[in-house]
């Protein structure tokens, strides 16, 4: 963990990451970063067998289906054939502020699918959005003000922009969807972070822009992106957390901070003004594989910081 006051390492531990959507099971690669698949097989199964859409499967015996469970029933599960098809890389989540109803955004290999999961048991595979150019295991997704914006390291790809506020009609699902805006400042990127509580989105990665560092896009109107900024003084940055800083160094406190993991070190930039971002700290420690990502304690008192390769 890091403190923003002390700028100290103290301990390197990452809860957990789980693609799972409210009851919604998907067959998930482990393809965030190169690895072997995930289970017994290319698709997680024992000998790789083929996978079918399932409705409630009660945990009996330490499985669910095909599953192994502990105290958790199986809602739902629809396999990846079911929902465009290809490898799934990453899952983020929609609820209407209108109606209630909550969606799943998937991206996979060859697009982002869109699924209507309001009845966990029941969930409704309403259509893909195509990549913007070609292919690629890489694909990052977040949402703000009713919109998802996208990125992939597929080249020529920059950031798709849907608006989301269109799942709510559509009348024979599945359908091919189309972008909604195009924002062309980066050819490609790793990952995407979005500040909801200031509206500038932060690519991560892009490669050909920012040595790699943070490309900032104001998206306060989501249908025409604006690029605001670079955050590259300390070269490339896998994964980020920006927030409104409400920690314990007063100094910073209702600043725009960005704490970035940039691959041997955890480093942390003042972003409140994008065209003049200032480095706070450059933290490594002992030990460094690959500083992969992390998340903030709710208090803002430390980062939990994961490290990929450590062991």
Same mark, same amino acid.
């Given at each position: 963990?890091?403190?923003?006051?002390?700028? +100290?390492?103290?301990?390197?531990?990452?809860?957990?990451?789980?693609?799972?959507?409210?009851?919604?099971?998907?067959?998930?690669?482990?393809?965030?970063?190169?690895?072997?698949?995930?289970?017994?097989?290319?698709?997680?199964?024992?000998?790789?067998?083929?996978?079918?859409?399932?409705?409630?499967?009660?945990?009996?015996?330490?499985?669910?289906?095909?599953?192994?469970?502990?105290?958790? @029933?199986?809602?739902?599960?629809?396999?990846?054939?079911?929902?465009?098809?290809?490898?799934?890389?990453?899952?983020?989540?929609?609820?209407?502020?209108?109606?209630?109803?909550?969606?799943?955004?998937?991206?996979?290999?060859?697009?982002?699918?869109?699924?209507?999961?309001?009845?966990?048991?029941?969930?409704?595979?309403?259509?893909?959005?195509?990549?913007?150019?070609?292919?690629?295991?890489?694909?990052?997704?977040?949402?703000?003000?009713?919109?998802?914006?996208?990125?992939?390291?597929?080249?020529?790809?920059?950031?798709?922009?849907?608006?989301?506020?269109?799942?709510?009609?559509?009348?024979?699902?599945?359908?091919?969807?189309?972008?909604?805006?195009?924002?062309?400042?980066?050819?490609?990127?790793?990952?995407?972070?979005?500040?909801?509580?200031?509206?500038?989105?932060?690519?991560?990665?892009? +490669?050909?822009?920012?040595?790699?560092?943070?490309?900032?896009?104001?998206?306060?109107?989501?249908?025409?992106?604006?690029?605001?900024?670079?955050?590259?003084?300390?070269?490339?940055?896998?994964?980020?957390?920006?927030?409104?800083?409400?920690?314990? @160094?007063?100094?910073?406190?209702?600043?725009?901070?960005?704490?970035?993991?940039?691959?041997?070190?955890?480093?942390?930039? @003042?972003?409140?003004?994008?065209?003049?971002?200032?480095?706070?700290?450059?933290?490594?420690?002992?030990?460094?594989?690959?500083?992969?990502?992390?998340?903030?304690?709710?208090?803002?008192?430390?980062?939990?910081? @994961?490290?990929?390769?450590?062991?």
């Amino acid at each position: 963990m890091f403190s923003l006051t002390s700028k +100290k390492l103290r301990v390197g531990i990452w809860a957990c990451l789980a693609l799972l959507a409210v009851g919604l099971f998907f067959s998930v690669r482990a393809v965030h970063d190169e690895g072997p698949p995930i289970g017994g097989g290319p698709n997680g199964q024992p000998n790789g067998q083929t996978l079918f859409a399932m409705g409630k499967t009660a945990c009996v015996g330490g499985m669910a289906g095909t599953f192994p469970c502990h105290n958790v @029933d199986l809602a739902s599960f629809l396999p990846v054939s079911g929902i465009g098809g290809g490898s799934v890389n990453d899952v983020w989540g929609w609820t209407d502020p209108l109606t209630g109803k909550e969606y799943a955004i998937v991206g996979r290999s060859n697009g982002t699918s869109f699924v209507d999961i309001s009845n966990p048991e029941q969930p409704t595979y309403l259509g893909n959005l195509p990549p913007h150019s070609v292919d690629s295991v890489w694909r990052s997704i977040k949402v703000y003000a009713d919109h998802a914006f996208i990125v992939s390291e597929a080249d020529n790809h920059g950031m798709q922009v849907f608006d989301l506020t269109r799942l709510r009609n559509v009348a024979a699902p599945p359908v091919a969807f189309t972008e909604n805006a195009h924002y062309t400042g980066f050819r490609r990127a790793h990952t995407l972070a979005v500040n909801e509580a200031t509206g500038f989105a932060y690519a991560a990665g892009s +490669k050909d822009t920012c040595a790699g560092g943070l490309h900032v896009v104001d998206i306060r109107n989501p249908g025409a992106p604006v690029f605001a900024g670079c955050v590259g003084q300390d070269g490339y940055t896998h994964e980020t957390q920006c927030v409104i800083y409400r920690g314990p @160094d007063l100094e910073y406190q209702g600043h725009e901070v960005c704490f970035n993991s940039n691959e041997d070190t955890l480093t942390i930039v @003042d972003v409140t003004n994008k065209s003049e971002p200032k480095q706070l700290s450059r933290t490594t420690y002992a030990g460094v594989g690959y500083t992969h990502q992390g998340w903030l304690t709710e208090d803002h008192k430390h980062f939990l910081l @994961d490290d990929e390769l450590d062991e």
